[in-house]
């Protein structure tokens, strides 16, 4: 391939509502509500709870989502995030952001995901896969994604449609099965409510709540190709705020569900919740369902990640905060294949290595310290930037945003106190960027 740098118009407006929604809700919607759900059991040990955590979960979520929908309906540029916090807090903490998500967060998760592919592929062989097998199959994965989406926004987004109306499905499948079929019984979801105190639920409840955010995580991921979508004001806020409602929706009938099927117990004993209630309501061929689901969910997932992500340092380099070749564009696709292809050799290395785990706990808090800030620089900008055409304004400002940034500042608080360590390697992670925000910023001014 040979790639030409261009303005930034090359990159075409071809992705309509469907397309934004589906983005969404597929990054979204990975391997964790396959498996979260038995975790979330295990902590608060009731039925009515659990499921007030699923819900409280998506409304936290749903609140950023509103929040956010602002900032990508005034600013419809690639990369997001990064172009928000750069209009709000200038451009040392929109460049943190793109180099904790270029180095590591989204790396790192393209990295992890595609592992869990592999293992679960290891399911129709006769043998369990080799660590080797597996990091193989998962490299491949990954460079088979990263060159269908360099051949085009609109291949890869008609991919994503594909594998998310896929997974939606088998998830409503796995939903009704679990009613309909027999197995599962009303008296299953006993007991409704914990015998403990509402002062010792709190703790748990935390702890669950840390699983269900990182299920839900995912909702801003078409803010990163807002430069693609037609009518931007439009869409933009309506596939944030449609595809969160969706998963919403999926999410605590699914975890209803398992424990329809399983009960609380049975849910917080299995290591593969969604295999053991397809077994229940299936038989055999349940196993089989899941795994299938699985490799849809997740293959979807990395999808979602790989085409948006790579817009990031591709919206950097185009700022001349980044290297000049990652603005480039690719002449005949019309896409940041350099950053594409940047993105898959690091998410590749990663995985070979095996160190995206460790780097992913790591850095995983600062995702809250940028969703915060990005939810404040709603605020800020409405008296900063008062004039800005704004075709969607936050439904409930200012509590909306205000209730999401308390609730990330005491996530992020949370993560500190629990894991101190890795917290603070992975501060440090995210300020080594600061000597290339330095050398560019000088850079661009000696331009």
Request: glycine share 10%; charged share 10%.
């Amino acid at each position: 391939m040979t790639f030409t740098a261009a303005p930034t118009s090359d990159l075409k407006r071809e992705l309509g509502l469907f397309d934004a929604v589906m983005i969404n809700a597929g990054t979204m919607i990975a391997s964790a509500i396959f498996i979260v759900p038995a975790t979330v059991a295990a902590a608060v040990h009731g039925t009515a709870l659990m499921t007030l955590v699923w819900v409280v979960g998506g409304i936290v979520s749903l609140l950023g989502a509103l929040s956010i929908a602002e900032l990508a309906a005034a600013y419809p540029e690639a990369g997001g995030q990064y172009a928000y916090l750069r209009e709000a807090y200038g451009t040392v903490w929109a460049f943190l952001y793109g180099w904790a998500n270029f180095s590591v967060i989204n790396t790192a998760s393209i990295a992890a995901i595609a592992v869990g592919f592999a293992r679960y592929i290891g399911f129709f062989f006769h043998s369990p896969l080799t660590e080797i097998a597996i990091r193989d199959i998962a490299i491949a994965s990954i460079v088979a994604l990263t060159l269908l989406n360099c051949r085009g926004v609109r291949l890869g987004a008609t991919t994503q449609n594909i594998l998310t109306v896929l997974k939606i499905g088998a998830l409503v499948a796995l939903i009704t099965t679990s009613f309909v079929l027999p197995g599962g019984s009303a008296s299953h979801f006993q007991p409704l409510w914990p015998s403990a105190s509402i002062g010792q639920l709190i703790g748990p409840f935390g702890v669950a709540m840390v699983a269900v955010l990182w299920a839900y995580d995912g909702w801003i991921e078409t803010t990163y190709v807002g430069s693609e979508i037609v009518n931007p004001g439009r869409n933009l806020p309506r596939s944030i705020i449609l595809s969160t409602l969706i998963v919403i929706a999926l999410y605590v009938l699914v975890s209803v569900a398992y424990a329809y099927v399983l009960s609380p117990e049975g849910m917080a004993a299995s290591q593969l919740v969604a295999s053991d209630v397809a077994k229940v309501t299936m038989g055999g061929i349940g196993a089989t369902f899941v795994v299938v689901a699985i490799l849809i969910s997740t293959l979807g997932a990395n999808n979602g990640i790989i085409l948006t992500a790579a817009r990031i340092p591709y919206a950097m380099a185009r700022g001349g905060m980044f290297f000049r070749s990652q603005g480039s564009v690719h002449p005949q696709y019309a896409t940041p294949a350099v950053a594409l292809v940047t993105q898959g050799v690091i998410a590749s290395v990663l995985t070979a290595f095996g160190t995206y785990d460790q780097l992913f706990t790591y850095v995983v808090f600062a995702q809250f310290v940028f969703y915060a800030l990005s939810a404040s620089a709603v605020i800020r900008l409405r008296y900063k930037a008062p004039l800005l055409a704004r075709p969607y304004r936050t439904w409930g400002y200012p509590v909306t945003p205000i209730v999401f940034i308390a609730f990330a500042i005491w996530l992020v608080y949370n993560t500190i106190v629990e894991t101190p360590k890795d917290s603070a390697i992975g501060a440090g992670i995210i300020l080594l960027g600061l000597p290339g925000y330095y050398y560019w910023r000088r850079a661009g001014a000696g331009r």
